[in-house]
Protein backbone atom coordinates (compact mmCIF):
# COMPACT_ATOMS: atom_id res chain seq x y z
CA UNK A 1 0.00 0.00 0.00
CA UNK A 2 1.41 3.44 -0.93
CA UNK A 3 0.79 6.08 1.22
CA UNK A 4 3.42 8.25 0.52
CA UNK A 5 1.65 11.33 -0.59
CA UNK A 6 -0.03 12.00 2.87
CA UNK A 7 1.69 14.37 4.71
CA UNK A 8 1.13 15.68 8.23
CA UNK A 9 -1.33 18.77 8.20
CA UNK A 10 -0.53 21.74 10.21
CA UNK A 11 -4.14 23.39 9.15
CA UNK A 12 -6.05 24.43 12.41
CA UNK A 13 -8.79 21.88 12.19
CA UNK A 14 -11.06 23.42 15.17
CA UNK A 15 -12.37 26.79 15.36
CA UNK A 16 -14.40 27.40 18.54
CA UNK A 17 -16.71 29.99 16.61
CA UNK A 18 -18.19 27.07 15.30
CA UNK A 19 -19.38 25.55 18.67
CA UNK A 20 -22.28 28.57 19.24
CA UNK A 21 -24.28 27.51 15.88
CA UNK A 22 -23.65 23.60 15.67
CA UNK A 23 -24.66 23.89 19.69
CA UNK A 24 -27.81 25.42 18.88
CA UNK A 25 -28.32 22.91 15.46
CA UNK A 26 -27.65 19.86 17.93
CA UNK A 27 -30.45 21.04 20.66
CA UNK A 28 -32.98 21.48 18.02
CA UNK A 29 -32.51 18.02 16.16
CA UNK A 30 -33.11 16.45 20.22
CA UNK A 31 -36.55 18.70 21.17
CA UNK A 32 -37.66 16.92 17.61
CA UNK A 33 -37.05 13.84 18.94
CA UNK A 34 -38.36 14.80 22.43
CA UNK A 35 -34.55 14.14 23.81
CA UNK A 36 -33.62 16.72 26.92
CA UNK A 37 -29.81 15.32 26.35
CA UNK A 38 -26.97 13.76 24.18
CA UNK A 39 -23.56 11.95 25.38
CA UNK A 40 -21.20 12.36 22.60
CA UNK A 41 -17.83 10.24 23.07
CA UNK A 42 -14.55 10.07 20.99
CA UNK A 43 -15.66 6.94 19.35
CA UNK A 44 -17.28 5.63 16.59
CA UNK A 45 -19.07 1.92 15.87
CA UNK A 46 -15.87 0.57 15.49
CA UNK A 47 -14.70 1.47 19.08
CA UNK A 48 -11.61 3.32 18.08
CA UNK A 49 -9.28 5.78 19.30
CA UNK A 50 -8.43 7.55 16.19
CA UNK A 51 -11.29 8.31 14.10
CA UNK A 52 -11.74 9.08 10.02
CA UNK A 53 -13.16 12.55 9.17
CA UNK A 54 -16.41 11.43 8.94
CA UNK A 55 -16.79 9.80 12.86
CA UNK A 56 -15.07 12.65 14.38
CA UNK A 57 -18.63 13.78 15.83
CA UNK A 58 -16.55 15.18 19.29
CA UNK A 59 -14.56 17.66 17.07
CA UNK A 60 -17.47 18.81 15.04
CA UNK A 61 -19.43 19.89 18.14
CA UNK A 62 -17.04 20.70 20.72
CA UNK A 63 -13.96 21.73 18.27
CA UNK A 64 -11.70 19.68 20.62
CA UNK A 65 -9.34 17.61 18.52
CA UNK A 66 -8.03 15.29 21.30
CA UNK A 67 -7.58 11.38 20.79
CA UNK A 68 -10.08 11.02 24.55
CA UNK A 69 -12.74 13.01 25.83
CA UNK A 70 -16.52 13.20 25.39
CA UNK A 71 -19.28 15.50 25.73
CA UNK A 72 -22.73 15.71 26.88
CA UNK A 73 -25.59 18.09 25.98
CA UNK A 74 -28.34 19.25 27.90
CA UNK A 75 -30.91 22.01 27.29
CA UNK A 76 -29.86 24.51 29.24
CA UNK A 77 -25.96 23.26 29.89
CA UNK A 78 -23.18 21.23 28.60
CA UNK A 79 -19.49 19.79 29.13
CA UNK A 80 -16.94 18.64 27.80
CA UNK A 81 -14.22 16.33 29.11
CA UNK A 82 -10.60 15.72 28.45
CA UNK A 83 -7.76 13.82 30.12
CA UNK A 84 -4.88 14.95 32.33
CA UNK A 85 -3.20 15.43 28.37
CA UNK A 86 -5.24 17.56 27.17
CA UNK A 87 -6.40 19.89 30.19
CA UNK A 88 -4.51 22.87 28.29
CA UNK A 89 -5.50 21.81 25.17
CA UNK A 90 -9.27 21.89 25.78
CA UNK A 91 -9.94 25.23 26.98
CA UNK A 92 -8.33 26.60 24.06
CA UNK A 93 -10.20 24.98 21.29
CA UNK A 94 -13.04 24.83 22.61
CA UNK A 95 -15.92 27.83 23.27
CA UNK A 96 -15.79 27.45 27.49
CA UNK A 97 -18.91 30.00 27.44
CA UNK A 98 -20.89 27.03 25.94
CA UNK A 99 -18.90 23.93 27.32
CA UNK A 100 -17.79 23.84 30.56
CA UNK A 101 -14.51 21.95 30.44
CA UNK A 102 -14.32 19.02 32.93
CA UNK A 103 -11.93 16.22 33.94
CA UNK A 104 -12.91 12.96 31.95
CA UNK A 105 -10.75 10.55 34.87
CA UNK A 106 -11.93 12.04 38.16
CA UNK A 107 -15.37 12.91 37.01
CA UNK A 108 -16.56 11.71 33.62
CA UNK A 109 -20.05 12.34 31.62
CA UNK A 110 -21.67 9.60 33.74
CA UNK A 111 -20.98 11.61 37.65
CA UNK A 112 -21.77 14.82 35.81
CA UNK A 113 -24.93 13.41 34.32
CA UNK A 114 -25.58 12.20 37.98
CA UNK A 115 -25.36 15.88 39.10
CA UNK A 116 -26.73 17.70 36.31
CA UNK A 117 -29.51 15.64 34.92
CA UNK A 118 -33.34 16.17 35.64
CA UNK A 119 -35.25 14.21 37.29
CA UNK A 120 -38.05 12.59 34.62
CA UNK A 121 -35.10 14.14 31.76
CA UNK A 122 -35.02 11.70 28.12
CA UNK A 123 -30.93 11.29 27.66
CA UNK A 124 -30.20 10.25 24.34
CA UNK A 125 -27.20 7.90 23.31
CA UNK A 126 -26.16 6.18 19.81
CA UNK A 127 -25.92 2.29 21.24
CA UNK A 128 -23.25 2.27 17.92
CA UNK A 129 -20.50 4.59 19.34
CA UNK A 130 -20.77 3.33 23.36
CA UNK A 131 -19.69 -0.06 24.01
CA UNK A 132 -21.79 -2.61 25.62
CA UNK A 133 -19.91 -1.89 29.00
CA UNK A 134 -19.53 1.95 28.89
CA UNK A 135 -23.65 2.17 28.44
CA UNK A 136 -24.71 -0.01 31.45
CA UNK A 137 -22.50 2.05 33.15
CA UNK A 138 -23.91 5.46 31.50
CA UNK A 139 -27.43 3.84 32.04
CA UNK A 140 -26.91 3.42 35.81
CA UNK A 141 -25.48 7.12 36.52
CA UNK A 142 -28.77 8.14 34.48
CA UNK A 143 -31.14 6.10 36.37
CA UNK A 144 -29.79 7.17 39.52
CA UNK A 145 -30.11 11.36 38.71
CA UNK A 146 -34.23 10.01 37.83
CA UNK A 147 -33.83 10.21 34.42
CA UNK A 148 -33.82 7.70 31.35
CA UNK A 149 -31.26 6.36 28.81
CA UNK A 150 -32.94 6.54 25.49
CA UNK A 151 -31.37 5.07 22.34
CA UNK A 152 -31.67 7.01 19.01
CA UNK A 153 -32.03 5.49 15.99
CA UNK A 154 -30.16 7.53 14.06
CA UNK A 155 -26.40 9.52 15.28
CA UNK A 156 -29.00 13.29 15.51
CA UNK A 157 -25.41 14.81 14.68
CA UNK A 158 -25.05 13.12 11.41
CA UNK A 159 -28.46 14.62 10.67
CA UNK A 160 -27.12 18.10 11.33
CA UNK A 161 -23.81 18.27 9.99
CA UNK A 162 -23.59 19.85 6.84
CA UNK A 163 -20.92 18.54 4.40
CA UNK A 164 -20.04 15.86 6.74
CA UNK A 165 -17.06 13.58 4.46
CA UNK A 166 -17.36 10.53 3.48
CA UNK A 167 -16.74 7.14 4.61
CA UNK A 168 -13.42 5.99 3.81
CA UNK A 169 -13.29 3.15 1.12
CA UNK A 170 -9.74 2.43 1.07
CA UNK A 171 -8.21 -0.58 -0.55
CA UNK A 172 -7.86 -3.20 1.78
CA UNK A 173 -4.51 -5.40 0.98
CA UNK A 174 -2.89 -8.39 2.37
CA UNK A 175 -0.12 -8.30 5.05
CA UNK A 176 2.62 -10.67 3.60
CA UNK A 177 3.50 -14.16 5.38
CA UNK A 178 7.26 -12.26 5.87
CA UNK A 179 5.98 -9.75 7.56
CA UNK A 180 3.13 -11.52 9.85
CA UNK A 181 5.15 -14.18 10.79
CA UNK A 182 2.23 -16.46 10.66
CA UNK A 183 -0.65 -17.28 8.14
CA UNK A 184 -4.60 -16.32 8.61
CA UNK A 185 -5.49 -19.74 8.28
CA UNK A 186 -3.28 -20.45 11.06
CA UNK A 187 -4.41 -17.57 13.26
CA UNK A 188 -8.64 -18.46 12.35
CA UNK A 189 -7.96 -21.81 13.49
CA UNK A 190 -6.07 -21.04 16.24
CA UNK A 191 -8.59 -18.31 17.95
CA UNK A 192 -11.11 -20.58 16.78
CA UNK A 193 -9.51 -22.88 19.40
CA UNK A 194 -9.63 -20.45 22.07
CA UNK A 195 -13.57 -19.77 21.63
CA UNK A 196 -14.48 -23.78 20.99
CA UNK A 197 -12.83 -23.70 24.88
CA UNK A 198 -15.73 -21.16 25.84
CA UNK A 199 -18.40 -23.21 25.11
CA UNK A 200 -19.44 -20.72 21.76
CA UNK A 201 -20.42 -21.11 18.53
CA UNK A 202 -19.09 -17.83 17.39
CA UNK A 203 -17.25 -14.18 18.31
CA UNK A 204 -17.93 -11.27 17.65
CA UNK A 205 -14.92 -9.43 16.56
CA UNK A 206 -15.26 -5.61 16.26
CA UNK A 207 -11.26 -3.49 16.94
CA UNK A 208 -9.80 -2.82 14.10
CA UNK A 209 -6.61 -4.03 14.83
CA UNK A 210 -7.83 -7.30 15.78
CA UNK A 211 -9.51 -8.12 12.43
CA UNK A 212 -6.11 -6.81 10.88
CA UNK A 213 -4.16 -9.22 12.75
CA UNK A 214 -6.50 -11.92 12.56
CA UNK A 215 -7.03 -11.73 8.85
CA UNK A 216 -3.38 -10.77 7.95
CA UNK A 217 -4.89 -7.49 5.81
CA UNK A 218 -3.99 -3.60 6.19
CA UNK A 219 -6.13 -0.55 4.79
CA UNK A 220 -5.99 3.02 5.27
CA UNK A 221 -9.14 4.15 6.88
CA UNK A 222 -8.43 6.09 9.44
CA UNK A 223 -5.54 8.14 9.93
CA UNK A 224 -1.84 6.88 9.86
CA UNK A 225 -3.22 3.40 11.04
CA UNK A 226 -3.53 0.88 8.60
CA UNK A 227 -6.79 -0.37 9.24
CA UNK A 228 -9.77 -1.65 7.73
CA UNK A 229 -12.70 -0.59 9.46
CA UNK A 230 -15.23 -3.40 9.45
CA UNK A 231 -16.94 -6.09 11.94
CA UNK A 232 -16.00 -9.65 11.66
CA UNK A 233 -17.59 -12.38 12.73
CA UNK A 234 -15.45 -15.34 13.78
CA UNK A 235 -16.93 -19.33 14.22
CA UNK A 236 -16.11 -21.68 15.99
CA UNK A 237 -15.10 -23.86 12.57
CA UNK A 238 -12.45 -21.05 11.98
CA UNK A 239 -14.57 -19.41 9.57
CA UNK A 240 -15.43 -15.59 9.05
CA UNK A 241 -17.95 -13.36 8.15
CA UNK A 242 -16.48 -9.89 7.46
CA UNK A 243 -18.72 -6.87 6.76
CA UNK A 244 -16.52 -4.81 4.78
CA UNK A 245 -17.87 -2.26 1.94
CA UNK A 246 -17.00 -4.37 -0.80
CA UNK A 247 -14.91 -0.74 -2.78
CA UNK A 248 -12.32 -1.92 -0.63
CA UNK A 249 -12.09 -5.54 -1.76
CA UNK A 250 -9.60 -6.51 -4.73
CA UNK A 251 -9.41 -9.83 -6.55
CA UNK A 252 -6.19 -10.07 -4.72
CA UNK A 253 -8.01 -9.86 -1.24
CA UNK A 254 -10.15 -12.25 -2.21
CA UNK A 255 -7.41 -14.66 -3.13
CA UNK A 256 -5.66 -14.09 0.13
CA UNK A 257 -8.58 -14.81 2.40
CA UNK A 258 -9.49 -17.76 0.25
CA UNK A 259 -13.22 -19.96 1.23
CA UNK A 260 -13.26 -19.39 4.38
CA UNK A 261 -13.41 -15.71 4.47
CA UNK A 262 -16.78 -14.83 3.60
CA UNK A 263 -16.72 -11.03 2.41
CA UNK A 264 -20.26 -9.30 2.88
CA UNK A 265 -21.57 -5.66 3.26
CA UNK A 266 -21.79 -4.23 6.39
CA UNK A 267 -25.35 -3.78 5.82
CA UNK A 268 -25.74 -7.09 6.83
CA UNK A 269 -24.12 -7.26 10.16
CA UNK A 270 -27.59 -6.49 11.74
CA UNK A 271 -29.07 -9.93 10.12
CA UNK A 272 -26.05 -11.83 10.65
CA UNK A 273 -26.44 -11.39 14.15
CA UNK A 274 -30.19 -12.22 14.26
CA UNK A 275 -28.61 -15.93 12.54
CA UNK A 276 -27.24 -16.54 15.87
CA UNK A 277 -30.56 -17.03 17.53
CA UNK A 278 -30.02 -19.77 19.64
CA UNK A 279 -25.97 -19.34 19.53
CA UNK A 280 -23.54 -18.93 22.40
CA UNK A 281 -21.77 -15.91 21.02
CA UNK A 282 -18.11 -14.93 22.86
CA UNK A 283 -18.45 -10.88 22.70
CA UNK A 284 -16.45 -8.04 24.35
CA UNK A 285 -18.18 -5.64 26.36
CA UNK A 286 -15.51 -3.11 26.41
CA UNK A 287 -14.79 -3.16 22.63
CA UNK A 288 -17.96 -3.36 21.27
CA UNK A 289 -20.80 -1.87 20.32
CA UNK A 290 -24.06 -2.00 22.38
CA UNK A 291 -26.11 -2.22 19.46
CA UNK A 292 -24.63 -5.29 18.68
CA UNK A 293 -25.62 -6.86 22.17
CA UNK A 294 -29.07 -5.00 21.98
CA UNK A 295 -28.90 -7.01 18.52
CA UNK A 296 -28.26 -10.46 20.19
CA UNK A 297 -29.96 -10.03 22.77
CA UNK A 298 -33.54 -9.47 20.65
CA UNK A 299 -32.44 -12.43 18.44
CA UNK A 300 -32.22 -14.95 21.31
CA UNK A 301 -28.43 -15.82 21.47
CA UNK A 302 -26.58 -17.06 24.37
CA UNK A 303 -24.00 -13.89 25.19
CA UNK A 304 -21.07 -14.87 26.99
CA UNK A 305 -18.98 -11.58 28.13
CA UNK A 306 -15.33 -12.30 27.73
CA UNK A 307 -12.34 -10.20 26.36
CA UNK A 308 -11.84 -9.87 22.66
CA UNK A 309 -10.02 -13.28 21.51
CA UNK A 310 -7.77 -11.52 19.24
CA UNK A 311 -6.30 -9.07 22.05
CA UNK A 312 -3.97 -10.56 23.37
CA UNK A 313 -2.10 -13.57 20.90
CA UNK A 314 -1.78 -10.41 18.55
CA UNK A 315 -0.16 -8.56 21.37
CA UNK A 316 2.47 -10.99 22.05
CA UNK A 317 4.44 -10.40 18.82
CA UNK A 318 5.93 -14.03 17.35
CA UNK A 319 9.52 -13.55 16.73
CA UNK A 320 9.49 -12.57 12.46
CA UNK A 321 6.90 -9.89 14.02
CA UNK A 322 9.82 -9.05 16.91
CA UNK A 323 12.88 -8.62 14.23
CA UNK A 324 10.88 -6.68 12.06
CA UNK A 325 10.44 -4.19 14.87
CA UNK A 326 14.20 -4.21 15.73
CA UNK A 327 14.88 -3.52 11.70
CA UNK A 328 12.54 -0.73 11.23
CA UNK A 329 13.59 1.09 14.09
CA UNK A 330 17.38 1.10 12.79
CA UNK A 331 15.94 2.42 9.86
CA UNK A 332 13.96 5.23 12.02
CA UNK A 333 16.67 5.95 14.04
CA UNK A 334 18.91 7.02 11.60
CA UNK A 335 16.66 9.03 10.38
CA UNK A 336 16.09 10.68 13.39
CA UNK A 337 19.74 11.20 14.09
CA UNK A 338 19.74 13.06 11.00
CA UNK A 339 17.21 15.40 12.25
CA UNK A 340 18.93 15.76 15.74
CA UNK A 341 22.31 16.08 13.85
CA UNK A 342 20.63 19.35 11.94
CA UNK A 343 18.82 20.67 14.48
CA UNK A 344 21.48 20.61 16.21
CA UNK A 345 22.98 22.91 13.27
CA UNK A 346 20.25 24.97 12.65
CA UNK A 347 18.52 25.81 16.05
CA UNK A 348 20.71 28.22 17.72
CA UNK A 349 20.57 30.36 14.77
CA UNK A 350 16.75 31.34 16.32
CA UNK A 351 14.94 31.12 12.81
CA UNK A 352 13.38 27.26 12.88
CA UNK A 353 9.57 26.79 13.33
CA UNK A 354 8.05 24.06 15.48
CA UNK A 355 6.28 23.15 11.93
CA UNK A 356 9.53 23.49 9.75
CA UNK A 357 11.29 20.90 12.32
CA UNK A 358 8.06 18.16 12.05
CA UNK A 359 8.24 18.66 8.43
CA UNK A 360 11.73 18.17 8.30
CA UNK A 361 11.67 15.33 10.52
CA UNK A 362 9.09 13.39 8.19
CA UNK A 363 11.57 14.57 5.50
CA UNK A 364 13.67 12.40 6.57
CA UNK A 365 11.56 9.39 7.57
CA UNK A 366 10.42 9.19 4.09
CA UNK A 367 13.88 9.64 2.16
CA UNK A 368 14.49 6.59 3.96
CA UNK A 369 12.35 4.65 1.72
CA UNK A 370 10.02 2.22 3.64
CA UNK A 371 7.69 4.33 5.48
CA UNK A 372 4.17 4.19 4.75
CA UNK A 373 2.96 7.12 6.86
CA UNK A 374 3.55 8.44 10.29
CA UNK A 375 2.27 6.61 12.96
CA UNK A 376 1.02 9.45 14.12
CA UNK A 377 0.63 13.48 13.39
CA UNK A 378 4.27 14.57 15.49
CA UNK A 379 4.03 16.41 18.58
CA UNK A 380 6.46 19.13 18.12
CA UNK A 381 6.63 21.39 20.66
CA UNK A 382 9.06 24.56 22.21
CA UNK A 383 8.90 25.95 25.58
CA UNK A 384 5.38 26.01 26.91
CA UNK A 385 4.05 24.25 24.04
CA UNK A 386 6.39 21.03 25.03
CA UNK A 387 4.72 21.35 28.67
CA UNK A 388 1.53 19.92 26.71
CA UNK A 389 1.63 16.19 25.63
CA UNK A 390 -0.37 16.02 23.15
CA UNK A 391 -0.02 19.16 21.66
CA UNK A 392 -0.74 19.36 18.15
CA UNK A 393 0.82 22.48 15.78
CA UNK A 394 -0.90 24.30 13.70
CA UNK A 395 -0.50 27.14 11.65
CA UNK A 396 -1.75 29.52 13.89
CA UNK A 397 -0.11 28.18 17.03
CA UNK A 398 2.99 27.35 15.66
CA UNK A 399 6.16 29.28 17.35
CA UNK A 400 9.87 29.84 16.40
CA UNK A 401 12.47 27.93 18.95
CA UNK A 402 14.04 30.34 20.54
CA UNK A 403 17.90 29.93 22.08
CA UNK A 404 17.79 28.36 25.84
CA UNK A 405 14.65 26.37 25.23
CA UNK A 406 13.50 23.08 25.64
CA UNK A 407 12.39 21.40 22.39
CA UNK A 408 10.29 18.14 22.72
CA UNK A 409 9.56 15.89 19.08
CA UNK A 410 7.68 12.92 19.59
CA UNK A 411 7.06 11.33 16.58
CA UNK A 412 6.86 8.14 14.94
CA UNK A 413 6.35 6.15 11.58
CA UNK A 414 4.31 3.57 10.11
CA UNK A 415 6.47 0.54 8.18
CA UNK A 416 5.54 -2.31 6.71
CA UNK A 417 7.25 -4.56 8.86
CA UNK A 418 6.95 -2.15 12.61
CA UNK A 419 5.77 0.37 14.10
CA UNK A 420 7.49 3.28 15.73
CA UNK A 421 7.20 5.72 18.22
CA UNK A 422 10.14 7.91 20.08
CA UNK A 423 10.33 10.70 21.81
CA UNK A 424 13.45 13.10 22.04
CA UNK A 425 13.95 16.62 24.39
CA UNK A 426 16.87 19.00 23.48
CA UNK A 427 17.85 21.94 24.55
CA UNK A 428 18.94 24.81 22.37
CA UNK A 429 21.36 26.89 23.80
CA UNK A 430 21.69 26.64 27.77
CA UNK A 431 19.61 24.95 29.88
CA UNK A 432 18.73 25.99 34.07
CA UNK A 433 19.37 24.13 36.87
CA UNK A 434 16.11 22.80 36.93
CA UNK A 435 15.88 21.84 33.92
CA UNK A 436 18.88 19.44 34.28
CA UNK A 437 17.69 18.13 37.63
CA UNK A 438 14.01 17.92 35.90
CA UNK A 439 15.44 15.75 32.84
CA UNK A 440 17.93 13.68 34.86
CA UNK A 441 14.96 12.41 36.63
CA UNK A 442 13.03 11.49 33.79
CA UNK A 443 16.04 9.56 33.02
CA UNK A 444 16.66 7.95 35.69
CA UNK A 445 12.78 6.72 35.81
CA UNK A 446 13.48 6.06 32.06
CA UNK A 447 16.56 3.80 33.10
CA UNK A 448 14.60 2.26 36.23
CA UNK A 449 12.09 0.89 33.99
CA UNK A 450 13.78 -0.48 31.27
CA UNK A 451 16.42 -2.38 33.85
CA UNK A 452 14.08 -3.79 35.48
CA UNK A 453 13.75 -7.49 36.21
CA UNK A 454 10.12 -8.66 37.62
CA UNK A 455 8.86 -12.03 37.71
CA UNK A 456 6.27 -13.40 35.65
CA UNK A 457 2.28 -12.42 35.95
CA UNK A 458 3.78 -8.91 37.26
CA UNK A 459 1.29 -6.37 35.55
CA UNK A 460 2.38 -2.76 34.34
CA UNK A 461 0.36 -1.02 36.93
CA UNK A 462 3.35 -2.55 39.77
CA UNK A 463 6.02 -1.11 37.75
CA UNK A 464 4.93 1.78 37.06
CA UNK A 465 5.98 3.83 40.32
CA UNK A 466 9.99 2.95 39.36
CA UNK A 467 9.59 5.14 36.62
CA UNK A 468 8.55 8.35 39.01
CA UNK A 469 10.21 7.49 41.71
CA UNK A 470 12.81 10.25 40.90
CA UNK A 471 10.06 12.40 40.47
CA UNK A 472 8.08 11.67 43.59
CA UNK A 473 11.52 11.86 45.58
CA UNK A 474 11.43 15.59 44.77
CA UNK A 475 7.23 16.39 44.85
CA UNK A 476 7.07 16.35 40.79
CA UNK A 477 5.02 13.83 38.99
CA UNK A 478 3.45 13.87 35.48
CA UNK A 479 -0.35 13.01 34.40
CA UNK A 480 -0.23 10.41 31.49
CA UNK A 481 1.21 6.89 31.87
CA UNK A 482 4.20 5.73 31.30
CA UNK A 483 3.89 2.94 28.98
CA UNK A 484 1.76 1.55 26.32
CA UNK A 485 1.12 -1.56 24.09
CA UNK A 486 2.53 -1.02 20.40
CA UNK A 487 1.36 -2.76 17.15
CA UNK A 488 2.94 -4.47 14.52
CA UNK A 489 2.30 -2.19 11.56
CA UNK A 490 -0.93 -1.38 13.40
CA UNK A 491 -2.00 0.87 16.14
CA UNK A 492 0.91 3.33 17.90
CA UNK A 493 -1.41 2.86 21.22
CA UNK A 494 -2.34 -1.36 21.19
CA UNK A 495 -3.79 -3.36 24.41
CA UNK A 496 -4.77 -5.35 26.20
CA UNK A 497 -0.88 -4.20 28.20
CA UNK A 498 -0.03 -0.66 29.59
CA UNK A 499 2.17 0.51 32.30
CA UNK A 500 0.32 3.05 34.45
CA UNK A 501 -1.12 4.23 37.62
CA UNK A 502 -4.46 2.87 36.16
CA UNK A 503 -4.89 -0.62 36.90
CA UNK A 504 -5.13 -3.36 34.89
CA UNK A 505 -5.74 -7.33 34.69
CA UNK A 506 -3.12 -8.11 32.09
CA UNK A 507 -0.07 -9.54 32.89
CA UNK A 508 3.26 -8.32 30.89
CA UNK A 509 4.05 -11.31 28.30
CA UNK A 510 6.72 -11.89 26.40
CA UNK A 511 6.58 -10.33 22.53
CA UNK A 512 4.84 -7.93 24.00
CA UNK A 513 6.05 -4.36 22.63
CA UNK A 514 5.32 -1.43 25.24
CA UNK A 515 6.51 2.18 25.36
CA UNK A 516 8.99 3.70 28.20
CA UNK A 517 8.13 7.47 28.12
CA UNK A 518 8.51 9.20 31.58
CA UNK A 519 8.11 12.82 31.84
CA UNK A 520 8.06 15.83 33.29
CA UNK A 521 5.65 19.60 32.45
CA UNK A 522 5.69 22.95 33.94
CA UNK A 523 3.49 24.73 32.50
CA UNK A 524 3.94 27.81 30.65
CA UNK A 525 7.22 27.04 30.96
CA UNK A 526 8.69 23.29 29.38
CA UNK A 527 8.19 20.16 29.03
CA UNK A 528 10.54 16.91 28.92
CA UNK A 529 9.70 12.95 27.86
CA UNK A 530 11.81 10.50 26.92
CA UNK A 531 10.23 7.50 25.13
CA UNK A 532 11.84 4.64 23.78
CA UNK A 533 10.20 1.37 22.73
CA UNK A 534 10.36 -1.60 24.70
CA UNK A 535 10.09 -5.59 23.79
CA UNK A 536 9.31 -7.77 26.98
CA UNK A 537 11.68 -10.99 27.21
CA UNK A 538 12.27 -13.60 29.74
CA UNK A 539 15.05 -12.80 31.54
CA UNK A 540 17.84 -15.33 32.17
CA UNK A 541 18.14 -17.14 35.82
CA UNK A 542 20.34 -15.40 38.07
CA UNK A 543 22.97 -17.60 40.14
CA UNK A 544 21.37 -18.47 43.43
CA UNK A 545 17.82 -17.50 42.19
CA UNK A 546 14.54 -19.27 43.01
CA UNK A 547 14.33 -22.37 40.35
CA UNK A 548 10.85 -22.16 40.17
CA UNK A 549 10.13 -18.65 39.31
CA UNK A 550 10.13 -17.42 35.70
CA UNK A 551 11.26 -13.44 35.34
CA UNK A 552 10.88 -10.82 32.96
CA UNK A 553 12.87 -8.05 31.78
CA UNK A 554 13.04 -5.13 28.79
CA UNK A 555 14.85 -5.33 25.81
CA UNK A 556 14.91 -1.11 24.23
CA UNK A 557 14.49 -1.24 20.79
CA UNK A 558 14.40 2.27 20.07
CA UNK A 559 18.57 3.54 18.52
CA UNK A 560 18.52 7.42 18.71
CA UNK A 561 20.77 9.83 21.02
CA UNK A 562 19.27 11.58 24.40
CA UNK A 563 20.61 14.78 24.81
CA UNK A 564 23.68 14.99 26.90
CA UNK A 565 23.38 18.45 27.37
CA UNK A 566 20.62 18.45 29.61
CA UNK A 567 22.15 15.37 32.21
CA UNK A 568 23.38 16.61 35.96
CA UNK A 569 25.21 13.61 35.52
CA UNK A 570 25.88 14.10 39.78
CA UNK A 571 22.26 12.94 39.65
CA UNK A 572 22.99 9.33 38.41
CA UNK A 573 24.52 6.36 39.97
CA UNK A 574 27.30 4.60 37.86
CA UNK A 575 24.82 1.73 37.42
CA UNK A 576 22.75 4.26 35.28
CA UNK A 577 25.74 6.19 33.88
CA UNK A 578 26.81 2.55 33.09
CA UNK A 579 23.64 1.82 30.84
CA UNK A 580 23.22 5.59 29.45
CA UNK A 581 26.91 5.09 27.87
CA UNK A 582 26.40 1.41 26.55
CA UNK A 583 22.78 2.45 25.12
CA UNK A 584 25.03 5.58 22.97
CA UNK A 585 27.52 3.14 22.19
CA UNK A 586 24.77 0.37 20.53
CA UNK A 587 23.32 3.29 18.91
CA UNK A 588 26.88 5.12 17.50
CA UNK A 589 27.64 1.97 15.83
CA UNK A 590 24.40 0.69 14.97
CA UNK A 591 23.83 3.60 13.19
CA UNK A 592 27.01 5.14 12.26
CA UNK A 593 26.96 3.23 9.23
CA UNK A 594 23.39 4.61 8.25
CA UNK A 595 24.05 7.72 8.15
CA UNK A 596 26.05 10.95 5.90
CA UNK A 597 29.17 11.80 7.11
CA UNK A 598 28.26 15.42 8.40
CA UNK A 599 25.51 13.53 10.87
CA UNK A 600 28.09 10.62 12.01
CA UNK A 601 30.65 13.15 13.26
CA UNK A 602 27.78 14.76 15.41
CA UNK A 603 26.91 11.32 16.54
CA UNK A 604 30.20 10.72 17.48
CA UNK A 605 30.08 14.25 20.03
CA UNK A 606 26.43 12.84 20.84
CA UNK A 607 26.89 9.59 21.97
CA UNK A 608 30.29 10.97 23.95
CA UNK A 609 30.09 8.52 27.26
CA UNK A 610 29.69 10.93 30.12
Not at 192 to 219: F, P, Q
Not at 306 to 315: E, Y
Not at 397 to 414: C, H, P, V
Not at 548 to 574: G, V, W
Request: aromatic share 6%; hydrophobic share 40%; glycine share 8%.
Amino acid sequence: MDKTASFQSFDDVSDAATCAPRLAALRAELAKRGLDGFVVPHSDEYQSEYLPACNERLAWLTAFTGSAGAAVVLKDKAAVFADGRYTVQVRQQTDTKLFDPRDLVEEGPNAWLETNAAKGAKIGFDPWVHSAASADALRMSVERAGATLVPVDGNPIDTVWQGRPAAPTAKAVPHAMNLAGESAESKRTRIAEDVKKLGADAAIVSMADSICWLLNMRGGDTPHTPFVLSYAILSSDGSVDLFMDGRKSSPELLKHFGNAVRVREPGEFNAALDALKGKTVVADANMTAAAAFMRLHAAGATIKRGVDPCQLPKACKNPVEIEGARKAHVRDGAALTKFLAWMAREAPNGELTEIEAAKTLEGYRRKEGSLTDLSFDSISGAAPHAALPHYRVTTSSNRKINKNEIYLIDSGGQYPDGTTDVTRTMIVGTPTAEMKDRFTRVLKGHIALATIRFPEGTTGAALDAHARKPLWDVGCDYDHGTGHGVGSYLSVHEGPQNISKRPVLQSLKPGMICSNEPGYYKEGEYGIRIENLIVVTEAKPVPGGDPQRKFMNFETITLAPIDSDLIEASLLTEDERAWFNAYHKRVRETLSPLVDDETRAWLEKATKAI
